[in-house]
């Protein structure tokens, strides 16, 4: 079993920044990758930054140059820096980690970009 808990979200006004924490219960972002998804009322959780083992990653079309993933190993920890918000970021946003035929998710953080 695995538990990730994330944090870091808040209520920021457009053109503002956040970072994100996911951290979890042990040791597996050195071995597994990682996701953060997003969900905004309405609409289906989206994939939004991933990282492997190997430290690549990828991005959806939507937040490419404005979002960055990071990990730390030594402390469990994957990161989600958010810049240059827009109203259209705000979700809930979850850290998700598949292990085997396990998916681990975390209970969510809220952002919210207003002005």
């Known amino acids: 079993q695995v538990q990730l808990v994330e944090s870091g979200g808040g209520l920021v006004q457009p053109g503002g920044s956040l970072r994100l924490s996911c951290v979890a219960s042990?040791?597996?972002?050195?071995?597994?990758?990682a996701g953060w998804y997003r969900q905004a009322p309405g609409k289906q959780r989206e994939l939004v930054a991933a990282?492997?083992?190997?430290?690549?990653?990828n991005y959806a079309d939507s937040v490419r140059g404005r979002f960055t993933i990071s990990r730390d190993n030594a402390k469990n920890t994957v990161y989600l820096q958010m810049n240059s918000l827009k109203p259209e970021d705000t979700a809930v946003y979850y850290c998700n980690v598949p292990v085997g035929v396990e998916n681990y998710w975390g209970q969510g953080t809220q952002v919210t970009v207003s002005s």
């Open positions: 990282i492997t083992s190997g430290s690549s990653t």
């Open positions: 042990r040791s597996i972002f050195r071995f597994y990758a």
